[in-house]
Each structure stands twice: as structure tokens, then as C-alpha cells.
């Protein structure tokens, strides 16, 4: 009687080798967009504290600058930095000047936006508001932050390198120093921040003690805050609660 032998032959052939390379594949591809949110999340997380870090800078900043006697929180326009944007002073007011090569010890004007270099008679960050005056800045770490920059003039950014937008608010004109300052979205549509700092439900600012500060957050699209859909917005601010 003849036996037929058994297939001890334990070892994947190239069909089921290549299935388990298929299922591998399928599993990672619908793991890549939960990655991808989770990642994104992070990084708008850390945006988020970057935006705290900012006000807390500003709150430094008012509790040691006097202009015409009053505290006050860095400006988002000023006649002396024409074509300005409010972010690009607000790093400059915060982060302060580095030290240049000249030797008069006179506060000097923007020279570049890498360094901050100007003339104010001080070796490292900070400036001076008067000649001989105590050193002011950087505030809340500001000299370490992250920042683009735009016409040679450099600003704050959020973990998507998306630019940090600021307004201060001014009681006297009842609205927000906004000249040269309106964004624009991906699309090149200005953003009117009158609006966009607005509260639908109740018609007036969400801010009107101190400033508003916002980033475009990770869809890169500056977006109002919607109460009937609190969601629809990513954007990293100040303005309206987190949802």
C-alpha cells in the first residue's frame, strides 16, 4: 500500500507573503489621517501656549512702559513705523533691540529684523526708552520665539509657522489700531478684524480692556468665531473660547 508523504514545509508561499503585505499596507494607510489629527492637534496644542506666552508677554510689557504717563499694552500702530502691520511691532516692542556696532548709547530705529539691531547703548536684547535709562525687555521670553518675517520686518508665528496677528484695542476711538494691519487669507481676502473680533449674540467686542491676538491655525484660513458652530473655526485666539 503506498503512503503519501506529509507536507512539513512550513514557510509563507509568495501568494499568502504577498497578502500579508497587502493587509499590512491597508492597516497603515488607514492609520495615516488618525496620525495625521493627532499630530495636527499637538501642534495647534503648542500654538496655543505660544498665544498665552505672547499675552503674558504683553502684560509684562504694560506693567513697565509708561507712554504719556499711562501703562500701556504694546501698540499695533504707531506714526513712527509707517507700513507696520500690529504684529511686526509687537515683536519689536517685546523681543526689544540687540546691541549694534555704533557707540552714541541713543535708542535707534529697526535695522534688522533678524537681529533687532539698533543702537541703545545695551549688549544683548531690550531697549532703552530715554538716554541712560534702565534697560526694558525682552519680555516673557520673547527673544526665543519662533518668527517669520515679511518686508525685512519679522513677527511671531504659531507651530504651523502661520503668523500671530495683533490689535490693541483704543477706548478713545472705540475700535482697534488696525492701519496697514488687516490680514489676508490664503485666497487673498483682507479680513476685517472690526468683525471678526465681534460677537454676533451680542453685537459688540469680545475685548475691549486690553488686545486681541490670533493665528490662522492649522487649515491656515482666518475664520470668525461661530456660536451656532463653535467648531467651524480652528483658529488659534484669543477672542472667542476654545472649543
Known amino acids: 500500500m503506498r503512503r503519501h508523504a506529509t507536507r512539513h ?28 489629527k493627532i499630530v ?36 499695533s500702530s504707531d506714526v513712527d513705523y509707517p507700513t507696520w502691520s500690529g504684529s511686526q511691532l509687537l515683536r519689536l516692542q517685546l523681543t ?26 545695551h549688549n544683548g536684547f531690550g531697549f532703552r526708552l530715554t538716554e541712560r535709562g534702565r534697560v526694558y525687555g525682552p519680555y516673557g521670553g520673547a527673544e526665543n520665539m519662533d518668527f517669520g518675517s515679511r518686508d525685512e520686518h519679522s513677527f511671531f508665528v504659531d ?16 475700535d482697534y489700531d488696525d492701519d496697514d494691519n488687516s490680514p489676508r487669507n490664503p485666497q487673498g481676502v483682507v479680513v476685517n478684524v472690526t468683525e471678526y473680533a465681534t460677537d454676533p449674540t ?3 467686542y469680545y475685548r475691549i480692556d486690553d488686545f486681541v491676538i490670533f493665528s490662522a491655525g492649522p487649515d491656515g484660513y482666518i475664520e470668525a468665531y461661530d456660536p451656532v458652530d463653535p467648531t467651524a473655526s480652528d483658529d488659534v485666539t484669543n477672542v472667542f473660547p476654545e472649543f
Open 9 to 36: 514545509n512550513s514557510a509563507f508561499t509568495l501568494i499568502e507573503l504577498s497578502v500579508v503585505i497587502l493587509i499590512i499596507t491597508m492597516m497603515m494607510l488607514m492609520a495615516v489621517p488618525a496620525v495625521s
Open 40 to 75: 495636527a492637534q499637538a501642534r495647534r496644542d503648542l500654538s496655543v501656549s505660544i498665544m498665552h506666552q505672547l499675552e503674558i508677554a504683553c502684560h509684562e510689557f504694560k506693567l513697565d512702559v509708561q507712554v504719556n504717563g499711562l501703562y500701556q499694552y504694546p501698540r
Open 96 to 121: 526689544g533691540y540687540a546691541a549694534d556696532d555704533g557707540d552714541d548709547g541713543l535708542p535707534g530705529k529697526f535695522k534688522s529684523f533678524e537681529t533687532l539691531a539698533t543702537d541703545d547703548g
Open 159 to 174: 507651530a504651523f509657522d502661520h503668523e500671530f496677528y495683533y490689535y490693541r484695542y483704543d477706548p478713545e476711538s472705540n
Open 202 to 204: 451680542t453685537n459688540s
